[in-house]
């Protein structure tokens, strides 16, 4: 069934967040070092408003919020992801998902932990809670080591509907996030899952962008599809068809 993206955010933040004496806690399945952006430190978190069809999370992460994972402070999640950078040496952290910017005052709160300690902080979303919370990209813009990387689910409101089976229009809720971020002069870029478009409609994209901004356009980052054997899985069950996917042991180095 068709549903509502900001509907579905909303109600999952709920089962994904609770206030503790800590402050708000997040729940997270995984805290490892990962070989993207050439080594980083990642947290990731439990649940998405998003359902895509090509996602890479666990089906526990993303479908059974409630059982996956456990909550932690933001106090917690900074000792834990500096441990991790300490260990390797790494100047590099990110959240990823599930969809991060679920419970702001947590995020917030671990950026306000982090501010000043000369790490780069990545910030992989879809976007969605940063268009639909007016403030949300104002308040980003406190913390000038973070960059944020919204990755847009498809060129167009067709597509994006095909690959998250929300409705078509949410997809310019994902671009909003991007306007939002600009205006308030956030470091961001776009990413798109390109696998299922056309050159045609990749270039309508890039059109859409450069409305936006011109360095949107310029620095559209084309991701393709990982197949991981759930995630072949869930391909066939609802008959995508792709024009471009790797093996998890064989990512070109570009996409890494
Ligand atoms: S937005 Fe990301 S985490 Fe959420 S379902 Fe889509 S691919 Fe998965």
Redesign the pocket.
């Known amino acids: 069934m068709v549903y509502d993206a900001v509907e579905r955010h909303l109600a999952v933040e709920k089962l994904v967040t609770c206030v503790s004496s800590e402050g708000m806690e997040r729940k997270y399945y995984r805290f490892r070092r990962a070989r993207w952006y050439g080594g980083i430190v990642t947290a990731d978190c439990v649940g998405?408003g998003?359902?895509?069809r090509?996602?890479w999370?666990s089906d526990e992460a993303?479908h059974h919020p409630v059982e996956a994972g456990r909550f932690y402070s933001a106090e917690t999640v900074a000792k834990i992801m500096v441990q991790i950078a300490r260990k390797y040496g790494l100047r590099q952290l990110r959240l990823s998902?599930?969809?991060p910017t679920l419970g702001k005052e947590h995020l917030l709160g671990l950026l306000e932990l982090l501010r000043g300690r000369g790490y780069i902080f990545i910030l992989e979303t879809?976007g969605i809670p940063l268009a639909y919370d007016e403030g949300y990209a104002s308040q980003l813009s406190r913390y000038d080591f973070v960059h944020v990387r919204v990755?847009l689910?498809g060129c167009s409101e067709d597509e994006f509907a095909t690959l998250?089976g929300a409705k078509p229009e949410n997809f310019k809720l994902q671009l909003n996030a991007l306007e939002r971020l600009v205006e308030h002069k956030v470091s961001c870029h776009p990413s798109v899952m390109a696998s299922f478009s056309t050159r045609e409609s990749l270039q309508k994209l890039a059109e859409r962008l450069a409305g936006i901004d011109s360095k949107l356009a310029e620095d559209l980052e084309v991701e393709e599809l990982i197949l991981y054997p759930h995630v072949e899985k869930e391909i066939r069950k609802y008959r995508l068809k792709y024009y471009v996917g790797h093996p998890p042991n064989k990512v070109p180095p570009e996409q890494i």
Do not use: A, D, Q
Request: contains cysteine.
């Open positions: 998405c998003l359902l895509c090509f996602c999370v993303l998902g599930g969809e879809n990755s689910k998250t």
